[in-house]
Nanobody, 118 residues
Framework: QVQLVESGGGLVEAGGSLRLSCAAS????????MGWFRQAPGKEREFVST????????RYADSVKGRFTISRDNAKNTVYLQMSSLKSEDTAVYYC???????????WGQGTQVTVSS
C-alpha cells in the first residue's frame, strides 16, 4: 500500500510559480513510477507529467513542456512538480499518482487546488 499526500497548491497570478510536493508513505517509494495529473472544472482528468523510478526518465504533456519540471527525492519519499510561467488554463486540482510501470496508476492522492488568476 502507498498513501500519497499532496501539498503546495494555492492562488498565484499568471506568470508566477508554484512547487507542488507529494509525500508517499511506505518503504518502496523508489519502486514506483510517479506521476502528476490534473482536473479542471468540467473537464476530465489529464496527464501532466511522469518520472521513472530513479528519475532518469521524465515525460510531459505538450501543454506544460518547458514550463513544468518533475523531480523526485527517493530518500525523502517525495515527488515534486515545479510549475513556472503559470497560465489561467493551468487552474485545476492536481493529483499525484503512483504506479509500477508508468502505464497504470494504482494509487492516488487527494489532490491540491491550483488557481491561476489572470
Amino acid at each position: 500500500q502507498v498513501q500519497l499526500v499532496e501539498s503546495g497548491g494555492g492562488l498565484v497570478e499568471a506568470g508566477g510559480s508554484l512547487r507542488l510536493s507529494c509525500a508517499a508513505s511506505g518503504r518502496t517509494f523508489s519502486s514506483y513510477f510517479m506521476g502528476w495529473f490534473r482536473q479542471a472544472p468540467g473537464k476530465e482528468r489529464e496527464f501532466v507529467s511522469t518520472i521513472s523510478w530513479r528519475g532518469g526518465s521524465t515525460r510531459y504533456a505538450d501543454s506544460v513542456k518547458g514550463r513544468f519540471t518533475i523531480s523526485r527525492d527517493n530518500a525523502k519519499n517525495t515527488v515534486y512538480l515545479q510549475m513556472s510561467s503559470l497560465k489561467s488554463e493551468d487552474t485545476a486540482v492536481y493529483y499525484c499518482a503512483a504506479g509500477t510501470d508508468g502505464g497504470s496508476w494504482g494509487y492516488w492522492g487527494q489532490g491540491t487546488q491550483v488557481t491561476v488568476s489572470s
